[in-house]
């Protein structure tokens, strides 16, 4: 096949090549892009022998990256929070893709990602095509898409699993025969099994099939089979987190290929805690961790906890402008909002709340819970922590429930991993808390404490006083001396916080990760609903003692 460039515009490439100037070889890409078949009464010029092979070396390279970066738009991610204000992979089975947002979130909002989804895996086809490549190309571009959907550039490398993507790249290939095969993976997905998996296998499969019969090229009828492949290969981190973590191996096999037949098997049991839990983001995405936010009032507004107001401008407010906000636990309707969406897809639900002594998030979750009783079970249980250490326990049972483990068994985690777990910190001043009233202790020692820097951990609900210092850094070096002698031995998970103290925070990881080697560990910042208790410049530590295997 030869590029084709009109005599007019032949000449004037040559006239503009002759200048030098580089905007010759511009518009010679220009006219190249603008091929013209032979039929239309111009006259076809060959770029030299090796012309389609260049072309196949600069625009192939280009169409993979495009098809990359445009996977990359994960639809089911914006939409579900344009429609909703949550992230997709918090919700449901955490994928980001078609069916999820359809079960989490609604129908018409997963019509629309369904058809960004399938035009991200068709575009590369059709402008292969248009282009003139070869389907060798074109197949490249919607694996290139796929993968993109899978790990998007824009979304920390978290996405769905592409099955819509595919099969919009397969309908650009062969309309006629993917269509033929829609009614399969349908009734394989959504009526037999309920894995996309298994729809995915049986329906491509047959797909493979019928291209070879209609005797299509090569990349052709192997296209389905490139894409099952790479939509394998996608998961497969995900599906070998499943296996290792599970006890019984059938039970995650059974998952994956007939979650349906699961029977009470597979618990399906939705985790849910508050933002005062301060876990990062990616960790509730990737262990499936609902989160409902608190809500913070400031003299201009109410603001969610850490979705509405940035971290930075709240501290500023505590320290330079003297605010004193209010807080407020999440109302039993934003609780029973979350309760209906989540029965779409779970058979129960467990909610991790903060000391009752300290919220009222127990009260509005079992309120809610109670309302809910004759349509979907939730168990409302008080960590007797807060912070990380309550998010701990809150990552135990995802855990868990990811690992297929029934209800009572997720409780029984919960109930063990509440004596494995603690926090303790430094805080800058205590007035925040006694304006709060979080600490009941003696006015003479508050008067006192008011002037130094007091070590503090949750114990059974309660804030306990275990140090005092003149300086910050002596302060410190009570608490590690503290941690040193009474953490308990075993596999540790450690969780680094602060409020607006992240360097001291950043410090703290460094000493502690060297001196106790922790299995797991991560740095977060408190929510601003803590910090308006505790006051900018806490640093502290929450510990998972993980001895025993949950």
Sequence with gaps: MFWQV?????AECRRLRRSGRSSAVILHLVFCLQTVYSGSGELSIPLGKDGAMMKTTVFCPLLLIGGYLLGSVSSAILVTWLWARKDIRTLGNRNAGVAN?????????????????????????????MLGLSELCALGGAVAAVIGHSYPLYFRFRGGKGLATSLGALLAFTPIETFLVLPVLGLVYLVLTGSAVTGAVVSLGLLVGINLWRGYPLPVVLAPLVLLVTMGLCTLPQAIQDWRRAEGRGDVLMHWLAPREKSGRWGNVAVITDSIASLPDEVCAREGVHVVPLSLTLPEGTYRDGLDIDPRRFYRLLREDGVSPKTSSPSPGEFLALYRRLRKAHEAGVVITPPKELTQTWNSAHLAAQEMKDHFTVHVVDSRVAGPAQGFVALAAARTALAGAPLQDILNVIEATRDAVGFVGVLDTLKFLVAGGRVAESRQWMRSALRLYPVLYIRQGQIRLIGMARTKKKAIEQMVHWLRSNLPEGDLALAFCHTDALQEAKDLESRLVALFHPVEYFLTELSPVIGAHAGPGLVGVAWWARAAKT
């Design 101 to 129: 947002v359809a079960r989490s979130v609604g129908i018409l909002p997963a019509a629309m990602v369904g058809v960004v989804d399938f035009s991200k895996g068709a575009i590369p086809v059709l402008l292969a095509r």
């Design 6 to 10: 009109s005599v007019n515009r032949q």
